[in-house]
């Protein structure tokens, strides 16, 4: 367990309406991320954070913003949620003095966008 | 940019035989490591094996093994003696260890399935 939360679980909402999920880790690590997995595009890159208010862009991030303003906590917003990001997002932690470059996964976060 | 391609969407392996998965990416670097992933249906992330790029020797992990050709840039995963629980979507993974900024690039996965 690498003491990873993320919320809501399921979410469905309404086109144009903003949306945030949570992402909480219990353990202080520098490095969070946000991907979103969708069939045929495997998990995809869409922020990540290297620490309390630092963020980089991942791949797919237009139309998505992030904020980590303390280190347990990073946060994925749609400010106005489209049918394209439709989708299950993973939340995911580098452990700081864990095996180089491995990453530990919540359990994913299905958004559904009507 | 880094790239991962999986060519094989769908796969399809007799329980106890041998099955293998392969991988290419393609980056200038040279500090990097891989990894395959596993996910079964419950949706979980599984990390199977990893392999960092400096050691010329293959990662094993019990039934799980790797073929890794640094020249070609290919990281291909064996699967021993497949048990049903191998059932599953496998991804490889990329990641530059150079520097201060890391994140995983993900393949778009094959889908095992082990028959019985």
């Known amino acids: 367990d690498a003491g990873i939360t993320q919320s809501p679980r399921h979410k469905v909402t309404e086109t144009g309406t903003p949306v945030t999920l949570r992402c909480h880790q219990t353990?202080?690590?520098?490095?969070m991320y946000w991907y979103r997995q969708d069939p045929g595009h495997g998990l995809r890159l869409i922020h990540y954070s290297y620490g309390v208010k630092d963020t980089d862009k991942g791949e797919v991030s237009d139309g998505y913003s992030v904020s980590r303003s303390k280190t347990e906590d990073f946060l994925l917003t749609l400010e106005s949620a489209t049918s394209s990001q439709t989708s299950v997002y993973f939340c995911a932690i580098m452990r700081t003095g864990g095996p180089d470059g491995e990453l530990f996964f919540g359990e994913g976060s299905r958004l559904t966008v009507l | 940019a880094q790239t991962v391609t999986q060519s094989q969407p769908e796969m399809s392996v007799q329980e106890a035989e041998t099955v293998t998965l392969s991988c290419t990416y393609d980056t200038s670097e040279s500090n990097y490591y891989l990894f395959w992933y596993k996910q079964p249906p419950s949706r979980q992330m599984i990390l199977v094996i990893r392999q960092e790029a400096y050691k010329q020797q293959n990662a094993t992990e019990n039934r799980f093994s790797v073929n890794f050709q640094k020249a070609a840039k290919s990281f291909s995963l064996k699967i021993s003696d497949s048990q049903l629980g191998d059932t599953a979507m496998y991804f490889c993974?990329?990641?530059?260890?150079?520097?201060?900024?890391?994140?995983?690039?993900f393949g778009s996965g094959t889908r095992l399935q082990v028959q019985p």
């Open positions: 993974a990329f990641i530059h260890m150079d520097t201060g900024r890391r994140a995983l690039t």
């Open positions: 353990e202080n690590h520098r490095y």
